[in-house]
């Protein structure tokens, strides 16, 4: 700028201010009081400004930001740790927030936008959520090795009824889609005990005090040591889809957009209908 037009906007400001900025001596310029606390305001401001914009851009460079994820019960314990380690291992500064809730806790969190994506298993109860079938899962039942079912080769709808289950709270994905099944099969649950965690379901089951459902995945390990026995349920055949969710609205950052397509292509390869 030439000096007659910072002259002029220096006149300028000083009007609008209604405070003299600098004190006039001879040719020589000198910041009044005001002045120099405008200057150091005026500095501190631009150093703001300038902080906000690096953390603005930071988002456009991978491996500097936050991601936020949640998860029903069934992915978050068993499908999301894994993806998660190797993501952390890739991208050590990202930091990662997660939680593991029942399905409808996980939705109502998106809309609030207290996470940028989450992963369910089941149909969604809200419609106005993107929502993308990344797998499959398998509902099985199971119980423990000391169990009167342990030995049975075919368990009937009835016989299931007569029977305690330690069950999953309301809310439940898996509990809602195998309530939904015994019904349109003629069945109900009596007797239940409920928990709001798989392992301590497993942990019931394998003492003997009843029977349960449960996602395929999260019974593997207990199958292959034999402290846990599939039940073959007539007509049992329940397969529901695992999505990875988010809000339409959203504007991912690089990070999360990273692990959103990491989620995508590990999940497309587990077999959710395979047996363990």
């Not at 300028?12 to 209604?18: A, Y």
Request: aromatic fraction near 4%; hydrophobic fraction near 40%; charge should be positive.
């Amino acid at each position: 700028m030439s000096q007659p037009a910072v002259s002029r906007q220096i006149r300028d400001l000083e009007k609008d201010l209604g405070v003299a900025l600098f004190d006039r001596i001879g040719k020589s310029l000198h910041l009044t009081e005001a002045g120099r606390r405008l200057d150091a305001e005026g500095g501190a401001l631009l150093g703001q400004l300038e902080r906000v914009v690096e953390v603005i851009r930071a988002y456009q460079v991978a491996g500097r930001g936050r991601v936020r994820i949640g998860a029903s019960t069934t992915p978050g314990y068993y499908l999301l740790p894994a993806i998660l380690g190797h993501f952390h291992r890739d991208f050590p500064n990202v930091e990662i927030q997660y939680v593991v809730k029942n399905s409808l806790s996980i939705e109502e969190s998106i809309v609030r936008n207290e996470l940028d994506l989450g992963v369910v298993g089941g149909h969604l109860a809200r419609e106005d959520l993107l929502m993308e079938h990344v797998a499959d899962d398998e509902i099985v039942c199971f119980c423990g090795r000391n169990h009167g079912l342990d030995k049975a080769r075919r368990v009937s709808v009835p016989s299931l009824c007569r029977e305690t289950w330690v069950i999953r709270e309301k809310g439940s994905a898996t509990r809602e889609l195998f309530e939904r099944w015994l019904a349109a099969a003629g069945g109900k649950l009596d007797r239940t005990i409920e928990l709001n965690s798989p392992e301590g379901i497993k942990a019931m089951v394998e003492t003997g005090i009843g029977i349960s459902f449960l996602s395929i995945h999260a019974i593997r390990k207990e199958c292959r040591r034999k402290q846990v026995r599939l039940l073959p349920v007539t007509g049992l055949r329940l397969t529901r889809p695992i999505y990875l969710v988010m809000h339409p609205d959203k504007h991912l950052p690089p990070d999360v957009e990273i692990i959103r397509n990491s989620i995508r292509r590990t999940l497309r390869d587990v077999n959710g209908s395979g047996r363990a």
